[in-house]
């Protein structure tokens, strides 16, 4: 896997913990949806799998989201990095296409 940029960050481990078990079940629908062609499962049963799928990750975006400007965005507000905003708009706006 390539690396997007050069941050990084600790993670505690509850949040990692939440973050990765919803990944897991996550990665456990995509591999269901295969499974679903693989059956050769009916089209729109498979349309609302992959519904769900889209709705599991926007979930785990929002708890990133919400976790990052938790700890991130305020450790970089509060030490005066202005870029932090700019950051987070950009963020924004690229999950909200």
Known sequence: MTQCCQKKKHRQSQ?????KNRLR???GQVRGLQTMLDEDAYCTDILTQVSAVQAAL?????????NHIRTCVVTGIRNGDDETVTELVKT???LMK
Request: glycine share 0%; charged share 30%.
């Open 15 to 19: 949040e990692l913990h939440a973050l």
């Open 25 to 27: 079940r996550i990665e």
């Open 58 to 66: 926007n979930a785990f975006n929002k708890e990133l989201l919400a």
């Open 92 to 94: 924004v706006q690229k």
